[in-house]
């Protein structure tokens, strides 16, 4: 017994001594903000997208009038064509509860605006991501286009790869090759998966940030660092909607 004894309090001051682990990317704000962003994506039938959008146009406010709406937009390049893609901001889970049901009473919404849409809809899909700590929801200073980067990370989580990963993308904004507008990490869905959106004046001022930035030693340096933990990425050009708040 006191052998046991001995071995139990060795191994519990071995605990309170191991160095911790601890990621700036993964503790702190998120863990006692419960706001969160839900990124749809529809992908519409190809005869049917200009349907689709003037009937969002006309009904939208009969959708934001339950939770706030972030931005709006279509897709210009990157996949599949005839795809939209929204950002709804929620208080947390009870509060999109809340929404739904309210949608599902919802008479008028559901008339005007569900029942003739669903019918010009091929696909449907969601994701539950979380604003990371170190980056807020930033307004660009005038209209302009979108671009949503999708970075796969490797397991391991932002532990692995949360801080190279910061380290480039705050050297791109620092340098100002593009305007950082939100970072998010994906909670539900594919697992190890950020979200990087960037506002440019237009698609050719992006190209033109982009090839400097590519002769740029402290962004190549930064990224180099932050490539040893990805696994694939991908990107849109998003094109706000008329009735997107984030223009």
């Known amino acids: 017994m006191l052998v046991l004894r001995s071995r139990l309090a060795a191994a519990l001051a ?13 503790t702190g704000p998120r863990q006692y903000d419960g706001t969160f962003y839900e990124f749809r994506t529809y992908y519409l039938k190809p ?7 003037e009937n969002t146009k006309k009904n939208i406010h009969l959708r934001t009038a339950h939770s706030e709406l972030v931005g709006y937009w279509s897709v210009e390049f990157g996949g599949r ?5 929204h950002i709804w901001k929620y208080d947390n889970f009870a509060h999109r509860t809340e929404v ?19 019918a010009l809809i091929d696909k449907q899909e969601s994701e539950i991501t979380y604003l990371v700590p170190w980056s807020k929801l930033e307004e660009p200073p005038k209209e302009g286009i979108y671009e949503l980067a999708t970075f796969q990370m490797k397991p391991g989580g932002p532990a692995l790869w949360g801080d190279p990963f910061k380290r480039a993308v705050h050297t791109h904004v620092n340098r100002g090759y593009t305007k950082l507008v939100g970072v998010f990490h994906a909670e539900y869905g594919v697992l190890n998966r950020v979200h990087v959106l960037w506002w440019n004046e237009s698609a050719d ?6 090839h400097q930035s590519h002769e740029d030693p402290r962004v190549v340096a930064a990224v180099r660092e932050s490539v040893n933990y990805l696994v694939s990425q991908q990107n849109m050009l998003l094109i706000p909607t008329s009735f997107s708040p984030l223009k």
Not at 47 to 53: D, G, P, Q, T
Not at 81 to 85: A, D, H, I, L, P
Not at 105 to 114: G, N
């Open 14 to 26: 071995a605990r309170t001594l191991a160095p911790q682990v601890c990621s700036s990317f993964a």
């Open 205 to 210: 001022s992006r190209a033109a940030g982009r």
């Open 47 to 53: 005869s049917k997208m200009n349907e689709f959008l």
């Open 81 to 85: 064509m005839n795809k939209v893609f």
């Open 100 to 118: 739904r049901k309210a949608l599902a009473k919802d008479k008028e919404w559901q008339e005007q605006y569900l029942i003739p849409n669903l």
